[in-house]
């Protein structure tokens, strides 16, 4: 079986190492890489099949230039694109600052600006799949994820499901504090990407919520993720929050201490990531591509360490280690590739699997339509994703939900009709800018700062 990633970022080798996991179950004989970024491409490529070698993996990798041949044959279709790569990013996030609002890749106006560049993108390749391997399925975790998989959606015929790695740690870490198996945990997840709750926790049956709220200060103890809320927020709210919506619960004291770190995740992202191409082109045209592994493990621990550390208020260095962290630390856990190859092995193998990811609606949270783009709990398998009915939210969940769901409606909107005035439309209605003139302001900066990549969206 041949699969295709798209988008060669520095977080490919996860992919490839959750891969090689689970070649068996896979039956995977091939992996083509594409990107854009040719050089990129020609670098992750050699450090990439480098790697899968080094684990014995029994599956090929190699780059290809051309999109239709990487993509023809394959039966999985990965997308990790990064249109503007870091820079745009570290722009989206700076823009937002400015305006004394939130500045974050995936929440709010740099979540908007990134969704309206990369849209039209992903709609190119989706066209190319539906012409090229009508029957593959899309996997994507290009970010903004739910916004994307909304567009693909509407506005294509592939088949897709969308992966986020927050809810699926969440489930692990309440399995570890409870002291079961992860597979003997059934978590109930209902919302939106980066803005969603776990409204239940069934183990043998029975609802272990309730105690997991009443012992949350424990439960803090065990990861920082827990740690961004306030214990008897959490027992109001009557469900655990994933920790992006922490953006929306302390809005300003995110910003705040965003601002005193003097500088955003973008920009530290795209610091690091800046002098690391380089090294890794050097020490791949020198042939040293155990160099080129420590350099690039170096850069993704630092940047693991880091994580919504200047959110939380916490002293951030862009220092890279001088020694690359013990091999099975780097790799340990299952992010969202080991999500994505659960939804590969689900449908190879016909098995159906409780997993947590984002897809049409269809009924699972009423309040919401039934084409709308939601993250929940589902049942995948070869056919798909099947989301399982969540029940209506709360009052205070559909306030927040619904207007962060209107603002993703409008966003596609607008990237899919060039239309200047539902971008606008779609920032004033996100929770975190709530205004027109500031929208307006922020978008027309972004209009400037993002020339190149937004001259579809028209006044």
Known sequence: ????????????????????????????????????????????????????????????????????????????????????????????????????????????????????????????????????????????????????????????????????DGPIGMKRSVAEFLGVPGDQVHADYAGLNHAGWIHRVLVEGRDRLPEILDRYEELQLTEDSWRLFDPELVRSIGMLPMEYLYFFYSREQAVQNILRSGGSRGEQIARLNAPLWPELRDLVAADDLEGARAAWERTIETRHETYFARERGEEVTDGVRAEPPAHDEMFEGDGYEGLATAVMVSAVRRRKMPLIVNTPNRGAIPDLRDTDVVEVTCMVDEHGAHPLAQGHLTPAALELIEPIKEYERLTVQAAVEGSYAKAREALTVHPLVGSEPLARAILDDYLTAHAEFLSHVRR
Not at 55 to 70: H, M, Q, Y
Not at 83 to 95: F, K
Request: aromatic fraction near 4%; hydrophobic fraction near 45%; proline fraction near 4%.
């Open 1 to 164: 079986m041949k699969m295709t990633l798209l988008g060669t970022g520095v977080r490919t080798p996860f992919v490839l190492h959750g891969l090689a996991d689970r070649e068996t179950e896979l039956g995977l004989t091939e992996v083509v890489l594409h990107d854009s970024d040719h050089e990129r491409l020609r670098i992750m490529g050699a450090l990439g099949a480098h790697l899968c070698r080094e684990w014995s993996a029994g599956f090929t990798v190699r780059a290809e230039e051309d999109p239709r041949a990487a993509i023809a044959g394959s039966r999985f279709v990965f997308a990790a694109i990064r249109v503007g790569q870091e820079e745009a990013r570290a722009n989206d996030e700076r823009i937002a600052l400015a305006h004394g609002v939130l500045g974050q890749e995936t929440t709010g106006p740099g979540g908007f600006a990134m969704a309206l560049r990369t849209i039209p993108a992903m709609l190119r390749y989706a066209e190319l799949i539906a012409e090229v391997e009508p029957d593959a399925m899309v996997v994507n975790f290009t970010n903004p994820v739910g916004i994307i998989v909304q567009a693909l959606c509407d506005h294509s015929s592939v088949r897709v499901i969308g992966v986020c």
